[in-house]
């Protein structure tokens, strides 16, 4: 099955920094998203997003399919994007996804 | 977006009994997916649940320890059978939505003493 990496595990950023995270994924997806879990545990979809890019407020979202890998851009970090960010990766669009296993991020105030 | 409510939303349960959790959706859904996050650690895909059929399963998930059912296209189950301490975790179900990105309920989180 896919397996898919992402980095880097831990995060701690002042708040109104930006990242990057990364999702590697080891074969082709025809399914990559994106999603955030708050720190009550709900998982939020951010992005459907197997090709190309997209942008969401101060979210944004690019993946490179043929190199088999997608980034996660958070500018203008606030406290409320604290939580776990998951990348999940599929064969294809309605079909199960394979997660990795998160970046842990921590904005500080 | 599809609303997905869960219940119990968090329970505490004795090893050796077993606990059913249920997931029901707004909209009629050919899929359902449930999947399992033990403490600290990613989410793992348990089994697809289509209506009409018998849920498919993935390595390391059976049946007779988590049985699912079905019965409509918006309403599934899963039972934790037989619990040990090691099945402490969040339970989760999830559809896809119409644009193939996939919603999540708020999960279920079991304790097993």
């Known amino acids: 099955g896919i397996q898919v990496e992402q980095s880097p595990p831990d995060l701690i950023l002042q708040e109104g920094a930006n990242s990057t995270l990364r999702c590697n994924f080891s074969?082709?997806?025809?399914?990559l998203q994106w999603f955030h879990q708050n720190p009550w545990g709900q998982l939020i979809n951010l992005f459907y997003?197997?090709?190309g890019t997209k942008q969401n407020g101060r979210l944004s979202a690019t993946t490179v399919a043929t190199e088999r890998y997608s980034l996660l851009y958070i500018s203008s970090s606030q406290t409320t994007d604290s939580g776990v960010y998951f990348c999940?990766?599929?064969?294809?669009?309605?079909?199960?996804?394979?997660f990795g296993g998160g970046t842990r991020l921590m904005v500080k105030p | 977006s599809a609303v997905i409510s869960q219940k119990p939303s968090r329970d505490i349960c004795q090893r050796g009994t077993s606990l059913t959790i249920q997931c029901q959706v707004d909209?009629?859904?050919?899929?359902m997916f449930w999947y399992r996050q033990q403490p600290g650690q990613s989410l793992t895909l348990i089994a697809t649940?289509?209506?009409?059929?018998?849920?498919?399963?993935e390595s390391g998930f059976v049946i007779d320890k988590f049985p699912i059912s079905r019965p409509n296209l918006t309403f599934s189950t899963l039972t934790v059978s037989n619990m040990s301490p090691e099945d402490s975790s969040i339970y989760l179900c999830?559809?896809?939505?119409?644009?193939?990105?996939?919603?999540f309920g708020p999960g279920t989180r079991l304790t097993v003493t």
């Open positions: 649940a289509n209506q009409g059929s018998e849920a498919t399963y």
């Open positions: 999940a990766g599929g064969d294809n669009a309605g079909n199960m996804l394979t």
């Open positions: 997003i197997p090709s």
């Open positions: 909209s009629q859904v050919t899929m």
């Open positions: 074969d082709s997806v025809n399914n």
């Open positions: 999830s559809v896809d939505g119409s644009s193939y990105e996939q919603y």
